[in-house]
């Protein structure tokens, strides 16, 4: 029995995970789902997390954001030289387990969202196995052009 409720389990989070993965794949920058690899990768590099919430199946804005901005190879350096990316998806259309959930109030809780798309930056501290704390640096909530949006990341860098 324990068995069978191992395999279970193995089956549900690679099904949250391969769920995930498969709207960052055409994204460029190397973008977790998963709150506690964020996290240490964080903490390994040194670097804050940059937090996406959207609604890729729903919000227009945010699938414009993540096409224009979030598939482009500059986008990627600038990513890779300053943050860790982290990739929270709110879809209404697709049913995703309640794993996935869980995962997104991790920060969501502590951090929510004004408007999809929301782009906050923060620093994170470990408070127990499942939770965390976070120091928001700044946001841009929703996308008019890439321009503006890298201005206003520059100046949230900045500070």
Partial sequence: MKTLA???????????????RKNVETLK???NTIVDDAYEASKNSNKPI???FTGSDWCKPCQALEKNLFST??????????VVLLYLDNPIKTQMPKEHWVNIRKVSRKVPPNGFPSVVIVDAER??????TYTEW???SGYDDNESFM?????????
């Fill in 6 to 20: 191992l395999l279970f389990l193995v089956f549900v989070v690679l099904g949250f995970t391969r769920a995930d």
């Fill in 29 to 31: 920058g190397n973008w």
């Fill in 50 to 52: 940059l937090v996406l």
């Fill in 73 to 82: 190879d500059e986008f990627e350096e600038w990513a890779e030289d300053k």
């Fill in 127 to 132: 408070e127990s196995d499942t939770s965390y």
């Fill in 138 to 140: 700044g946001r841009v």
């Fill in 151 to 159: 201005k206003e990341l520059n100046a949230i860098m900045d500070k």
